[in-house]
């Protein structure tokens, strides 16, 4: 048995947990930009609190994810409490685990979802230094009013563009959650980004 069995336990109080970190994931969803609170790191867990029980909360036997740094605890550990398999295609996951935007896909490799059934796309978890102090954005749309006002750090300006091509493409389109910490920020497929001037 590998050390992340002996040692790294799931969700205390499972269901309880469970419970807590969707409520907070899919409120961080239904208002984009908005900071919400998951819950600490887990004992012996190599992955932030917030994404450690995010994956534990949503995944099951069939849900498969795919996982940018291809770390065999964390894929053993997250297999053994949830049954969730790992996919070496992007297209192919119901859930991806990046921290670095810079080597990622792009999100027009990951699964979009049909016009028919826009569901069966890629929720990406992407775990960043902080949800605060990068350069600002403008993020409109459904569960925002007006406008709000976000600076991601550790996101290139570059990614901002696929964003557009990806809310471009609704219904079909991948949907973001970022992370950090304990703390999630949702980026559903609805919401429109337009960079400031000089960003």
Do not use: K, Y
Not at 152 to 171: C, E, I, R
Not at 180 to 188: A, F, N, Q
């Amino acid at each position: 048995m590998s050390a992340v069995h002996a040692m790294a336990a799931g969700l205390p109080d499972a269901v309880s947990a469970s419970q807590q970190a969707f409520r907070a994931v899919m409120d961080a969803l239904a208002r984009p930009g908005q900071i919400r609170v998951i819950g600490p790191a887990l004992p012996d867990v190599v992955l932030g609190g917030a994404s450690a029980r995010l994956l534990l909360s949503l995944c099951d036997e069939e849900t498969p994810v795919w996982w940018q740094d291809a770390d065999a605890r964390l894929q053993s550990w997250l297999q053994f409490h949830t049954g969730a398999r790992v996919t070496q295609r992007p297209n192919d996951a119901s859930f991806a685990v990046l921290s670095l935007l810079d080597e990622a896909p792009a999100l027009a490799d990951f699964a979009l979802g049909s016009s028919e059934s826009p569901e069966f796309s890629t929720t990406l978890f992407v775990e960043l230094p902080a949800l605060h102090g990068g350069p600002e954005l403008e993020w409109r749309g459904p569960g925002i009013e007006d406008v709000q006002r976000v600076g991601l750090m550790g996101v290139p300006s570059w990614f901002w563009s696929q964003w557009q091509a990806n809310h471009a493409a609704f219904p079909r389109a991948v949907d973001i959650v970022f992370t950090c910490g304990d703390r999630v920020m949702g980026l559903p497929r609805t919401t429109r980004v337009r960079r400031l001037e000089g960003v």
